[in-house]
């Protein structure tokens, strides 16, 4: 800005040529035309501070800095709003932290203290609660400022992106869970099966796999329509929580059937068996109508397999019990059982 100000060595010289009426008539003009550039300036300023005061509240954002030194905070006007906290309110770092739960901050002095030590910068996601009660989640990036090799301030930017998490959030749902009986789905089984397995490989037993599938699910729905046969898996699925809560994961996996995955020792898994089957075999109430359904399981110890093997010795295992007659379970035994 400095050389706005100033005049050209050349201008001021001319001076002296001009007669003194000459002279402050150009220095007028010469002033005048300084004082519009100056006016120039500082309206595209103005502009630049409106467009940024709008772009921020649009995009929920809000700029910050923290003198390492004093531990003082400088926010703008986005941040304040963010944590809800007066505007221009004097700010220390400890003040601010107590608005972050146990998780989120020890998130946040985990990569902040790792930007410190290597004079970088990081982007984190992290919850917060605001004095006034309000949860949001806010995406924090900040930068490193040293002089030499001391840190001396960091600086960034903190978003507020509490609908974008929402919807994130309602995305996986809607990805893991089935949507009729809101247990998790087959993807959702699968994935978190085959870690558990990978995790225990080689293991002694440790778990065992339930498959389970409804008989008399086919009558109902083609003798009494859909809307029946949706009652049913629904009920279903809600005695199954009942039953399995201290289950690992609870999964529709099929269209009537369902698997519980206990990471228990496997002989629990014949244990809860019977008590699924007299569960869902319990009368459904629908529409003024008792409905009868009954169930067939198969158990498999997980022994150090993985998935897609147990999978398939549950498989084998309920195969064993709807030959048996169903309404009956059967735990694979490999001495015994083949595909």
């Known amino acids: 800005m400095a050389k706005v100000y100033a005049f050209r060595t050349s201008e001021i010289n001319s001076f002296s040529h001009d007669s003194t009426a000459a002279a402050l008539e150009r220095l007028t003009a010469l002033v005048d035309a300084q004082a519009r550039t100056i006016r120039q300036y500082e309206a595209d300023l103005a502009h630049s501070r409106h467009i940024f005061k709008h772009a921020s509240a649009a995009a929920r954002l809000g700029v910050w800095e923290c003198d390492l030194e004093s531990e003082t905070l400088s926010w703008s006007d986005g ?11 004097p700010l220390v770092r400890k003040q601010t932290l107590r608005c972050y739960p146990k ?3 020890k998130a946040l002095e985990s990569v902040r203290n ?6 970088s910068g990081f982007s ?7 004095p006034k009660g309000s949860r949001r989640w806010i995406r924090i990036h900040a930068t490193v400022e040293s002089d030499g090799d001391k840190p001396t301030r960091i600086f960034g930017i903190k978003q507020d992106i ?20 809101g247990l998790a789905n087959r993807s959702k089984f699968e994935a978190h099966l085959s870690l ?23 009558d109902v729905n083609d003798s009494l329509g859909h809307l029946a046969g949706d009652e049913c898996l629904r009920v279903t699925a809600q ?13 529709r996996v099929g269209g009537d059937e369902f698997a519980v995955f206990l990471e228990t020792p496997h002989g629990q898994g014949a244990e809860l068996a019977p008590r699924i089957i007299a569960e869902i075999r319990r ?4 529409n003024g109508r008792s409905l009868q359904i009954g169930a067939s399981v198969g158990v498999a110890a997980i022994d150090g397999c993985q998935a897609s093997e147990l999978f398939r010795r549950a498989d084998t295992a309920l195969y064993a019990a709807k030959a048996a007659g169903r309404n009956t379970f059967r735990v694979f035994d490999a001495t015994r059982m083949r595909d």
């Open 283 to 286: 009368p459904i109430k629908h």
């Open 196 to 218: 558990v397995c990978s995790r225990k490989s080689g293991q002694t037993a440790a778990g065992a796999l339930l498959l389970i599938d409804l008989d008399g699910f086919k």
């Open 103 to 105: 998780e989120s901050l």
């Open 239 to 251: 005695r199954l929580r009942k039953t399995c809560g201290h289950a690992s994961l609870v999964a």
């Open 162 to 181: 509490t609908r974008d998490k929402a919807q994130s959030d309602r995305n996986k749902h809607l990805a893991e869970c089935d949507e009729m009986t």
């Open 114 to 119: 790792r930007a410190l030590l290597e004079r």
């Open 79 to 89: 941040t304040y709003d963010l944590f809800e906290l007066p505007r221009g309110s």
């Open 124 to 130: 984190l996601d992290a919850e917060i609660v605001t």
